[in-house]
């Protein structure tokens, strides 16, 4: 699923807090398949979030639940429990199967997010080339508005194909500002020519961008970073849009993100 949010799997009745008010709920969440700024990492070509929405009595069942799956199983005392290694033993496998059915019983919502990274680097040419700031021809929707771009992106990824794109994205990423102007005005070149006439105008007006003006600020954001462009950083945003339109669904007005058993949102 290219930035796509996946269906909420079964539906949770409103906490609260005993007054009548609405209590906190909490979505645990991790990722997998992170490979910093290398997307093409052909090992791990799927970055994924997943989580789980728990009401504060749904949160003391699980803490009890594995704290007892732990010792049915033998497994680690205390600490996280790696899927990883769970999946390399029966015990550990058995032990995820207990759990996800022990939530479909108790009818826990889910949150799935999976990028396809190649999905990026469209995306970045995409978040580069209609961003206002940099392209008049491009209006401030298009820094915000995912239906908007998304469906560009779509069309870029059929119609190119994946060396270009490992073309784009390493000169992108490398230092040489010349090499980044070519291997971007090359591709939207041939994208302006295109036979789908609506892919074709928009790279037309996509190589209205000012390359050089991009140029500066990419590279003055990976000095001050450390780095280049994460997809994890634009997953994880993807995820935060998600999680609202989630949580709408749900009725949750108030909602606490919790990521390495740490409360960060």
Request: proline letters at 3%.
């Amino acid at each position: 699923m290219n930035q796509r949010f996946a269906d909420i799997l079964g539906r949770a009745s409103l906490p609260t807090d005993g007054g009548g008010a609405e209590a906190v709920m909490k979505l645990f969440l991790d990722e997998s398949g992170n490979s910093g700024t290398d997307i093409y990492d052909v090992n791990q070509p799927i970055l994924a979030y997943g989580g789980v929405w728990l009401d504060e009595p749904n949160e003391q069942h699980f803490r009890g639940y594995l704290g007892g799956l732990r010792k049915e199983h033998r497994l680690q005392g205390t600490g996280e429990l790696k899927g990883k290694t769970l999946l390399k033993t029966d015990a550990g496998r058995a032990a995820i199967g207990a759990v996800l059915r022990e939530m479909h019983a108790r009818k826990v919502p889910i949150s799935l997010l999976a990028v396809h990274k190649p999905f990026m680097t469209a995306g970045v040419l995409v978040e580069d080339c209609t961003d206002y700031v940099y392209n008049p021809a491009f209006s401030e929707r298009w820094t915000w508005n995912n239906e908007l771009t998304e469906p560009l992106v779509e069309m870029i990824l059929a119609a190119t194909d994946e060396e270009q794109l490992i073309k784009v994205w390493r000169a992108r990423s490398g230092d040489d500002k010349e090499s980044f102007k070519l291997a971007y005005g090359s591709l939207l070149f041939a994208l302006s020519l295109h036979p789908n006439s609506r892919l074709a105008d928009l790279a037309a007006k996509m190589r209205r961008a000012d390359l050089d003006d991009l140029w500066e600020c990419s590279t003055s954001s990976r000095e001050q970073r450390g780095g280049g462009y994460s997809p994890n950083v634009s997953a994880f945003g993807s995820l935060m849009q998600c999680c609202e339109e989630q949580a709408e669904k749900l009725g949750l007005h108030d909602v606490a993100i919790v990521h390495d058993d740490q409360s960060q949102y």
